[in-house]
């Protein structure tokens, strides 16, 4: 409790910062879990039939579920996007809603999220192997905390505004996890070097986290640098740093960006839930890329070889140009990507599981591939 209640005065600040008076028409369920009943929200597509990827959204210090859902209208990302959505109720401590990330709190919030997780999919509304989470301010503290404890059960996290807490600076995540971090540079509740205007020091720098992520998901130390297009006159700057390696790492760098959740693309040069939804389905959207579908990519004309065809854990490549080459799963989610040069290249396999993959090109050209190995040499 030392970094949050004794600032409980400043809470008005924060709330107003994501707070919009639109009143909502979702209805709060409830999960009992270890003798409390703790709410959520549940969004689905209307078109929903069997089990479907889902997206977990964490909301800020002292925000709740109701509100979070006024501003943000998760039933329509939920029907644009054809994922299921849950929204869950950090507990209240001292009347103030906190996750327990690290910075206060002891309610075991990681196995809440999970044991919900489970009953969802043991009903047949969500895929166990496509789970993603997403977060804001405290709610991105608990997204980091999420992806170093219980790695192994998420696809993919992309918290906004929110880093490691120094109390799992220290952690060994369990594997390697897809991350996308977004943050403003000149944000002043949380800010870049890991320090806050209104709670004193809350955690690592967003320099230091990217070197905890880089490290951990084995990725190389120099990134892919891209500015997105600058289409609105918002004074905002979105740069990306993409770091390839076991598991992608991307920052999401807005230059003048400040404790906000940027949601209209009308108003801002990019949407955040547009952004990560592309980022969790292995896409890049600010480059306007068609959406990455199994049944599509399997009907591209293929301008590089590839051998052998079931694979035993290596593939060859033979191409006559250099090649950006992405790796998909069965549900489309891109699982590796690496650049190969002109001519014949190996690519390991032995740490993907046995299944259908896709291999791609950066000019959408798709090889099937029928990986036997699945099993580390």
Not at 95 to 109: K, P, S
Request: glycine share 10%; proline share 5%.
């Amino acid at each position: 409790m030392k970094f949050l209640l004794s600032f409980s005065t400043k809470i008005s600040l924060l709330l107003a910062i994501v707070s919009l008076a639109i009143p909502s028409q979702a209805q709060t369920r409830t999960f009992l879990w270890q003798n409390s009943q703790r709410q959520y929200l549940l969004f689905e597509p209307s078109d929903h039939t069997g089990a479907r990827p889902v997206m977990y959204f964490l909301h800020g210090l002292g925000d709740n579920i109701t509100r979070c859902d006024n501003e943000m209208h998760f039933a329509n990302l939920a029907e644009r996007f054809g994922w299921v959505i849950v929204v869950p109720q950090a507990p209240s401590v001292s009347g103030i809603t906190m996750w327990n990330a690290g910075l206060g709190g002891t309610a075991d919030d990681a196995g809440f999220l999970l044991a919900l997780l489970d009953t969802l999919a043991d009903n047949g509304l969500v895929n166990p192997d496509s789970v993603f989470f997403s977060g804001f301010s405290m709610g991105g503290f608990m997204t980091h905390r999420m992806a170093i404890e219980h790695g192994d059960r998420i696809t993919a996290c992309a918290p906004v505004s929110g880093l490691i807490s120094h109390a799992f600076a220290n952690h060994v995540p369990t594997t390697p996890v897809r991350m996308m971090h977004i943050h403003g540079t000149t944000d002043d509740v949380v800010g870049w070097n890991g320090g806050s205007s209104y709670f004193g020091n809350i955690g690592i720098s967003v320099d230091s986290l990217v070197c905890f992520w880089t490290g951990w998901n084995n990725c190389g130390t120099d990134p892919t640098i891209d500015t997105l297009p600058d289409r609105v006159n918002d004074g905002l700057r979105f740069v990306r740093h993409t770091y390839s390696g076991e598991a992608e790492f991307q920052l999401l760098k807005v230059i003048g960006g400040t404790h906000t959740w940027y949601l209209d693309s009308n108003s801002h040069d990019i949407d955040y839930f547009e952004e990560i939804h592309s980022f969790f389905i292995g896409k890049n959207h600010s480059d306007n890329q068609a959406t990455v579908q199994p049944e599509n990519l399997e009907n591209a004309k293929p301008n590089f070889e590839v051998w052998p065809n079931p694979a035993a854990g290596f593939i060859n490549i033979r191409t006559s140009e250099p090649l950006l080459l992405t790796l998909y799963d069965c549900r489309g989610i891109a699982v590796m990507r690496q650049k190969i040069a002109s001519g014949a290249t190996s690519i390991d396999l032995h740490d993907m599981p046995q299944g259908i993959y896709l291999l791609s090109d950066n000019t959408g050209a798709t090889y099937k591939i029928m990986n036997l190995a699945g099993a580390k040499r």
